[in-house]
C-alpha cells in the first residue's frame, strides 16, 4: 500500500510539473479572447478530454505506434516546438493568430485541438512522462497512471473556467501585458523543445 501511495504521488507531482495548470491559464484566456463564455467552456472541455485521450493512447499503444510509424521523440519535439514558437511569436506581435481567432465552430474545435490539445497539454514532455511511469510497473500502476492523468484533466478544465472569470477582473491593459509575456513564454518552451529535440537526436 505504501508503495503504490509513493507511486500514486511522483505520478501527481511529474504531470502537475510538466502540465502546470496555473501556468497555462494566461496562454488559454488569450487563444481564446475573441471567444464568449459558452464557447470558452467547450474549447476547454474539448482540450482537456482531446488531451486525456492522446496521452492515454500513448500510455497503451505509445511504442507500438512509434515503432510503426517510424516517429522518434526527437522528431516529436522539434515538430511541438516548432508550433508553440509559431503560436508565442504572433502573440508577441500583438496579431491574430491563424490558430486563435474564433470565426466558426470549426475554427472552435481546431484551437481545442491544436494548440490547446497538443502540444501545450499533451506535449512531447508530458507523453514521455506518461509512457515512462507507465512502463515503471504491472497493470495497477498503468491504471494509477490513467487515473492520475484524469484528475490533472480535470484540474486543468477548473483552473481554465476560473482562471478566466480571474483574468476579466483586471482588465483589457493587464491582459495585453499578460498576453505578451506569454507570448515570450511560450517562444522560449518552444525554443527549449526544439534545442531539446535536436539534442536527442544527434548528441544523445
Known amino acids: 500500500m505504501d508503495n503504490i501511495l509513493a507511486f500514486t504521488l511522483s505520478v501527481f507531482t511529474?504531470?502537475?510539473?510538466?502540465?502546470n495548470p496555473i501556468a497555462n491559464v494566461p496562454i488559454f484566456t488569450s487563444l481564446t479572447e475573441d471567444a464568449d463564455k459558452a464557447t470558452k467552456r467547450n474549447i476547454s472541455k474539448r482540450a482537456t478530454l482531446t488531451?486525456?485521450?492522446i496521452v492515454v493512447t500513448f500510455i497503451v499503444l505509445g511504442k507500438f505506434i512509434f515503432e510503426i510509424f517510424g516517429i522518434t521523440i526527437p522528431a516529436f519535439k522539434i515538430?511541438?516546438?516548432i508550433l508553440i514558437f509559431y503560436v508565442g511569436f504572433e502573440m508577441l506581435q500583438s496579431k491574430k493568430s491563424s490558430v486563435k481567432h474564433i470565426k466558426d465552430p470549426e475554427t472552435e474545435e481546431n484551437i481545442a485541438i491544436s494548440p490547446l490539445a497538443i502540444p501545450i497539454l499533451a506535449g512531447p514532455g508530458t507523453i514521455v512522462t506518461a509512457m515512462n511511469f507507465?512502463?515503471?510497473g504491472n497493470y495497477v500502476n498503468i491504471l494509477i497512471v490513467i487515473g492520475v492523468f484524469a484528475v490533472m484533466c480535470l484540474l486543468t478544465h477548473l483552473a481554465f473556467e476560473?482562471?478566466?472569470q480571474i483574468v476579466k477582473r483586471l482588465g483589457?491593459?493587464?491582459i495585453v501585458v499578460i498576453g505578451k509575456i506569454m507570448g515570450l513564454i511560450i517562444a522560449i518552451i518552444g525554443t527549449n523543445m526544439i534545442i531539446s529535440g535536436i539534442k536527442a537526436a544527434f548528441f544523445e
Open 79 to 81: 515538430t511541438g516546438g
Open 134 to 136: 507507465a512502463s515503471q
Open 14 to 19: 511529474g504531470f502537475f510539473a510538466i502540465m
Open 172 to 174: 483589457k491593459n493587464i
Open 162 to 164: 476560473l482562471g478566466d
Open 51 to 53: 488531451a486525456f485521450i
